[in-house]
């Protein structure tokens, strides 16, 4: 069964880049679309971004000049790269597979943005 | 930019049924899938392509769809589907994904 878990720093100061990971474990990760997702405290989902397994990507327009997903297939693992990061960008991080849908998800991280 | 509305809250008893709904300003003809989020935990995918249930999830969950909008039905509502539902579509222009704002189910 396909698990999906993200890792990284739990805070990041001001004007920093916020680094995440996904490890993909139980199934291939050569294959789907690779969504982060996030969700500030309180409030609803936000699309991040994907990638394909091919390495194509598509981002959030409200945050395509600040972000870049990658994937390291050997590893299996695919990350987010978040730059110049503000109070705002404070929330629950999620990783999650597509494929018709988004059905499977990672538990979540939490990233504060703070000095 | 492509936008789904949800209404914030829907309440019902247990045992009634909830429907909440999700409107979309695009072109129809998107798949509209829908999520259910219990404090705490990550999202769960209980409708995908607007009508189909994933396996694992009851059958009380369905998902209807009518131009640009699309419901999903609680029937027999339990006390465990007290969470907040969320749908989730396609920008046919962009591709990009969208998320709806939202609807907090109350179980009375």
Redesign the interface.
């Given at each position: 069964q396909l698990q999906l878990q993200e890792s990284g720093p739990g805070l990041v100061k001001p004007s920093e880049t916020l680094s995440l990971t996904c490890t993909v474990t139980g199934g291939s990760i050569d294959s789907f679309y690779w969504?982060w997702?996030r969700q500030p405290p309180g409030k609803?989902?936000?699309?991040i971004g994907?990638m394909y397994y091919s390495g194509s990507t598509?981002y959030?327009?409200s945050l395509k000049s600040r972000v870049t997903i990658s994937v390291d297939s050997s590893k299996k693992q695919f990350s987010l790269r978040l730059t110049s990061v503000t109070a705002a960008d404070t929330a629950v991080y999620?990783c999650a597979r597509?494929w018709?849908?988004?059905?499977v998800?990672?538990?979540?991280t939490t990233v504060t943005v703070s000095s | 930019?492509y936008e789904l509305t949800q209404p914030p809250s829907v309440s019902v008893s247990p045992g009634q049924t909830a429907r909440i709904t999700c409107s979309g300003d695009g072109l129809p003809n998107q798949?509209f899938?829908w999520?259910q989020?219990k404090p705490g935990?990550?999202?769960?995918?209980v409708i995908?392509?607007d009508i189909q249930r994933?396996s694992g999830i009851p059958e009380r969950f369905s998902g209807s769809s009518s131009g640009t909008t699309v419901t999903l039905t609680i029937s027999g509502v339990q006390t465990e589907d007290e969470a907040?539902y969320?749908c989730?579509s396609t920008d046919t222009t962009?591709?990009?994904?969208?998320?709806?704002?939202?609807t907090k189910l109350t179980v009375l």
């Open positions: 969504n997702i609803g989902l936000e699309w994907y598509k959030n327009p999620f597509e018709g849908g988004m059905d998800w990672g538990q979540g | 930019s798949y899938y999520y989020q935990q990550a999202p769960v995918l995908k392509k994933p907040d969320y989730q962009t591709t990009y994904q969208v998320f709806g704002g939202g």
